[in-house]
T-cell receptor, first 111, second 116 residues
Framework: KQEVTQIPAALSVPEGENLVLNCSFTDSAIYNLQWFRQDPGKGLTSLLLIQSSQREQTSGRLNASLDKSSGRSTLYIAASQPGDSATYLCAVTSGGNQFYFGTGTSLTVIP | EAGVAQSPRYKIIEKRQSVAFWCNPISGHATLYWYQQILGQGPKLLIQFQNNGVVDDSQLPKDRFSAERLKGVDSTLKIQPAKLEDSAVYLC??????????????FGPGTRLLVL
């Protein structure tokens, strides 16, 4: 069974700092990996989706990389802003279209 | 384009009572998911529908949870009877297609359930 782990569980950084969130998964046979953002009391918003054949995806200040062979992904956030404060979840799609989420990283950007 | 709608947003019940949640996916989306998210954890898939058929319900506690998707559109998730450990946010998501992993899932705002 696929297991997805995210480190750190919580992170607090000053505004303007660049930061990296980590995601690891145990079974490299995945269709894709997604990074989501979850704000308190709200649903999940998809940030980036990386297909298994891709190495990275970029959107604005966000860059996500995927190393399928080592079972790792990173989400890089450049020049962090207070509005980036949220919980970030990674999820992998495995065989049978099963969707497995990590436990998330709670990010606080301090003005 | 309207997003995934869920109701109610909040529900407080006593243990052993029954509760039902409703989800209206994005129009035209064939695949619908229900997730349970316990505080401090990532969402866990409970059940996946493709149109009105169940694809995966391996993690649904079938002795107390049930779900249906009427006419391949709206869906309801029911808990009967509820236990304290059912306190969680119940998320509904939908996806346009039915195969592969090429598309993202779109999530509703969730229903926050508290069982006392």
């Amino acid at each position: 069974k696929q297991e997805v782990t995210q480190i750190p569980a919580a992170l607090s950084v000053p505004e303007g700092e660049n930061l990296v969130l980590n995601c690891s998964f145990t079974d490299s046979a995945i269709y894709n990996l997604q990074w989501f953002r979850q704000d308190p009391g709200k649903g999940l918003t998809s940030l980036l989706l990386i297909q298994s054949s891709q190495r990275e995806q970029t959107s604005g200040r966000l860059n996500a990389s995927l190393d399928k062979s080592s079972g790792r992904s990173t989400l890089y956030i450049a020049a962090s802003q207070p509005g980036d404060s949220a919980t970030y979840l990674c999820a992998v799609t495995s065989g049978g279209n099963q969707f497995y989420f990590g436990t998330g990283t709670s990010l606080t950007v301090i003005p | 384009e309207a997003g995934v709608a869920q109701s109610p947003r909040y529900k407080i019940i006593e243990k052993r009572q029954s509760v039902a949640f409703w989800c209206n996916p994005i129009s035209g989306h064939a695949t619908l998911y229900w997730y349970q998210q316990i505080l401090g954890q990532g969402p866990k898939l409970l059940i996946q529908f493709q149109n009105n058929g169940v694809v995966d319900d391996s993690q649904l506690p079938k002795d107390r949870f049930s779900a249906e998707r009427l006419k391949g559109v709206d869906s309801t998730l029911k808990i009967q009877p509820a236990k304290l450990e059912d306190s969680a946010v119940y998320l509904c998501a939908s996806r346009l297609g039915t195969s592969g992993g090429q598309e993202t899932q779109y999530f509703g705002p969730g229903t926050r359930l508290l069982v006392l």
